[in-house]
């Protein structure tokens, strides 16, 4: 039971959701307190539609299960499963605080650190092995370097896709499982018959992608990226990084064999290959960039401008949202246009919406965005494209300068780790669904968003100025710039695409 009274929310009677930690296509995911055991948790409840699917359902029971019965403390305790009095399925699991192998990566771990870590993640993986399960999903977002007051430890996430050696199978013929980018070439063909040894090609790939930034197989789109697995076409790791130790290159090499008979058999057999190359000690955990709007200085005025039509911010909105970095960007820029005394159409709502509750962090409505990137365009910057571009470049200064709230993501010396940096800020604060960020030569980056509604066409502009000035703050310079693909023209995702000169004295990695 589930109870909302005086904003309590309170499942099985016992367990306390205190705040949203995630949320996905399936459910949700809440950090809580058990009142029984006096110990905080992670709740995670199901929506109603995927709890009444029976491949949903069979990935909720695999998660719930596959920890209990390999036991070992590298995965992620589950205290509690059942279904509740609404029938969504509810999953209660100890609460990790610390941050995934993805955001490490995105945060510039070093690779002693990033090895170390993989290295960490073998042992709950070998204990899986030796208990019959195949993960078929091991990828950076499902590696975890947790803290607290057990200490610095590696988890290992995420089990709802394992296959259980010897059990039956619910996946179909020619359904892939796994992330395209880290899977073995055989999940291509069938998920059925993933070995062990798929997981250890999917460990090779990480380390590939630890040592030289990019991902071994990917390419302009998901069918290539397969078509390159399918045929074990990737560029060598002592091409990609010349001077990379002979070592680790002969272990990626190992683990990236088209064959699952020429790799290490297992996690297991994998161990002692990688671990005289990896740090025992493992990283200490980077403090997490937080979202702060407090140098924002939005002075409430009455009344409107004296000779402008009120323009009405949207109030409410059930879409799309947009967290903090572009709104406070924009917001900025909009104070400063007030302060210099600009003529805005904006009413005494409007007013008092930007006044008292824009510096506030967090989650808003996507049409009170596109009004607001409207509104600055047209009045501000005249309505050109270029203006549009010149306006994503001064939120981008003002947000990701040496005085931004967001100067972490900038990598002085090395353009790749700031445009690498993109997907993990978008993703983050920017809500956007999925962010990729490829480089197609030496000096080409790509960056593609999928799964966000981008409109108008400002917002797309807005971006690429944006991804101009992080090549500029990381000391590089932007060559040409395009908008490659645009949802404003009906194109599933947009695509931006950034010629650029190298940091001074910045390695350039050879082409694919």
Not at 296 to 315: D, E, R, V
């Amino acid at each position: 039971m589930m109870n909302h009274s005086m904003g309590e929310r309170i499942v099985a009677g016992r367990y306390r959701l205190l705040r949203q930690i995630g949320r996905g296509g399936m459910g949700r995911v809440f950090a809580g307190h058990d009142s029984v055991m006096q110990r905080d948790i992670a709740v995670k409840i199901l929506h109603e539609a995927a709890s009444s699917d029976p491949d949903s359902r069979a990935r909720f029971e695999r998660e719930a299960r596959a920890p209990q019965r390999i036991q070992h403390p590298g995965l992620t305790e589950i205290y509690d499963a059942f279904v509740d009095e609404d029938g969504r399925l509810v999953l209660v699991m100890e609460l990790l605080e610390g941050q995934s192998f993805q955001e490490l990566m995105d945060r510039d771990m070093s690779l002693r650190g990033m090895l170390a870590l993989l290295r960490a993640a073998l042992d709950p993986l070998a204990a899986a092995h030796a208990a019959g399960y195949v993960h078929r999903d091991m990828k950076p977002a499902n590696l975890f370097l947790a803290g607290g007051a057990k200490g610095l430890r590696v988890k290992l996430l995420d089990f709802g896709v394992a296959r259980e050696l010897g059990d039956g199978e619910l996946t179909a013929t020619g359904v892939i499982v796994g992330s395209t980018n880290y899977i073995a070439p055989e999940q291509v063909h069938s998920a059925r018959s993933a070995p062990p040894a798929a997981d250890v090609f999917s460990v090779g790939a990480m380390i590939y992608e630890a040592v030289s930034g990019v991902l071994p197989f990917a390419d302009k789109s998901p069918l290539a990226t397969i078509s390159n697995l399918a045929a074990g076409k990737y560029t060598p790791l002592d091409e990609r990084v010349p001077g990379a130790d002979p070592a680790l290159v002969a272990v990626v090499h190992h683990c990236l064999a088209l064959e699952p008979e020429d790799r290490p058999r297992d996690a297991a057999a994998l161990i002692p290959l990688l671990s005289p190359l990896a740090p025992t000690r493992l990283p200490r955990l980077p403090p997490k960039t937080p979202i702060d709007a407090t140098d924002l200085s939005l002075t409430p005025m009455s009344g409107p401008i004296p000779g402008s039509t009120p323009q009405a911010a949207p109030q409410a909105s059930e879409g799309p949202r947009a967290r903090g970095v572009m709104m406070i960007g924009l917001a900025q820029l909009l104070n400063r246009a007030l302060q210099r005394g600009h003529t805005l159409p904006l009413d005494a709502r409007d007013r008092e919406w930007l006044a008292q509750r824009l510096i506030l962090s967090g989650w808003y409505p996507f049409d009170r965005f596109e009004w607001l990137a409207t509104m600055v365009h047209r009045h501000l910057m005249d309505g050109s494209d270029e203006a549009a571009v010149e306006l994503g470049r001064e939120a981008a200064r003002l947000n990701v300068g040496a005085d931004g709230v967001h100067h972490s993501f900038v990598y002085e010396g090395s353009v790749r780790r700031t445009l690498r940096a993109v997907r993990n800020m978008w993703g983050r604060y920017v809500d956007f669904g999925k962010t990729d960020v490829t480089f197609l030569g030496p000096t080409h980056a790509r960056l593609e968003v999928t799964g966000y509604e981008f409109a108008p066409r400002v917002h797309e502009l807005i971006l690429l100025g944006w991804c101009e000035v992080l090549v500029e703050l990381a000391g590089g310079k932007v060559v040409a710039s395009q908008i490659a693909r645009r949802p404003s023209e009906g194109d599933p995702a947009l695509e931006l695409r950034i010629h650029y000169e190298p940091a001074p004295g910045e390695p350039v990695a050879p082409p694919r």
